[in-house]
């Protein structure tokens, strides 16, 4: 139980799941908390901590309090936690801002908003798709970075198999949004494969 592992193992060793379970607290008739906490998962991944109050009161099981103690919480977290300040000086400075989704059984595409000086203005999930694909578009990772006002993007997405290795298909999408971006302006600085079997860049490897 995610209490129980919190108190042997320490706070850092819980999922996203986890934590929520934990911040829940109890479900309901018919629906446990872990299953709460899951269904609740892609609105926050999606959103992030500015996910709406309305949002979180729609999840089934979540109520009225419940749904305020989650936007409070996301608040604190947000005024308090951020990335901003962050500088990406290398594709190894990535992985640590996405690990909480190394877990996800599906694809998650996340866009990092960078200033000129590589320093993090914005974490976003743009896009959440199947176990194997997530189809993106260059307007769904790029209208959030030029709201930002951002110098340059990094992309990344998560593979549940473990395995980063590139496919042909992420070998396009990358050439499709490099191109995207310059149209834009924008630099597309790197696109990040990243599992629990460590990551890919395409920087590094000379494809960007």
Known sequence: MPREKLEQQGVRALSDEELIAVMLGSGVQGLPVRAIAQRLL??????????PYSALEQVP?????KAMMLAAAFEFSRRRIRPEGVRILSARDVPP??????????????AISLSGSHEVIRVRTVSIGLLASCPVHPREVFVGAIKDHAYSVILAHNHPSGDPKPSEEDKRVTAQLK??????????????????RGFYSFQEAGLL
């Open 179 to 196: 191109e995207a971006a310059a149209t834009l302006g924008m630099r597309l600085l790197d696109h990040i494969i990243f599992a629990k």
């Open 97 to 110: 801002l996405l690990q909480h989704l190394c877990d996800r059984r599906q694809e998650h595409v996340v």
């Open 61 to 65: 099981g979540i109520g009225r309090s």
């Open 42 to 51: 892609p609105a926050i991944d999606q959103a992030g901590p500015e996910v």
